[in-house]
Nanobody, 120 residues
Framework: QVQLVESGGGLVQAGGSLRLSCAASGSIFSINVMGWYRQAPGKQRELVADISGSTTNYADSVKGRFTISRDNAKNTAYLQMNSLKPEDTAVYFC???????????????WGQGTQVTVSS
C-alpha cells in the first residue's frame, strides 16, 4: 500500500506564508508526478501546482506566490506559499502517481488533506 500524509496547514493572516509537506510512504518503486490540489467550500477541487522531474506547473492564481518542490530521496513534495490571500483558504490535498514494487503501471494516490485558512 501507499500512504500520503500532508502537514503544515494552519491559520495565517493575509500576506503571510505557510509551507506544506506531503510525505509518501509504503511499497514505492517510483513516483512520477506529485501535485497539490485545493478545494474550497462549495467549489470543485482544483490543481494548484504539480511537479514531474524538474518540470513544474502552476495555476494562474498562484503563479509568482507559490513554489512547488520535491525531495526524491524522501519521497516528499513541498508547497511554499507566500503572499497568501483570503481566497487561498481551502483544504489542500496532495496527489502522487506511484508505481509500486512488482507493478508495471502508475496509480494515483491522495492524501487526507490539510486545512489552510487565510484571514483578512
Amino acid at each position: 500500500q501507499v500512504q500520503l500524509v500532508e502537514s503544515g496547514g494552519g491559520l495565517v493572516q493575509a500576506g503571510g506564508s505557510l509551507r506544506l509537506s506531503c510525505a509518501a510512504s509504503g511499497s514505492i518503486f517510483s513516483i512520477n508526478v506529485m501535485g497539490w490540489y485545493r478545494q474550497a467550500p462549495g467549489k470543485q477541487r482544483e490543481l494548484v501546482a504539480d511537479i514531474s522531474g524538474s518540470t513544474t506547473n502552476y495555476a494562474d492564481s498562484v503563479k509568482g506566490r507559490f513554489t512547488i518542490s520535491r525531495d526524491n530521496a524522501k519521497n516528499t513534495a513541498y508547497l511554499q506559499m507566500n503572499s497568501l490571500k483570503p481566497e487561498d483558504t481551502a483544504v489542500y490535498f496532495c496527489k502522487a502517481e506511484v508505481m509500486r514494487y512488482y507493478y508495471s503501471s502508475y496509480s494515483q494516490y491522495w492524501g487526507q488533506g490539510t486545512q489552510v485558512t487565510v484571514s483578512s
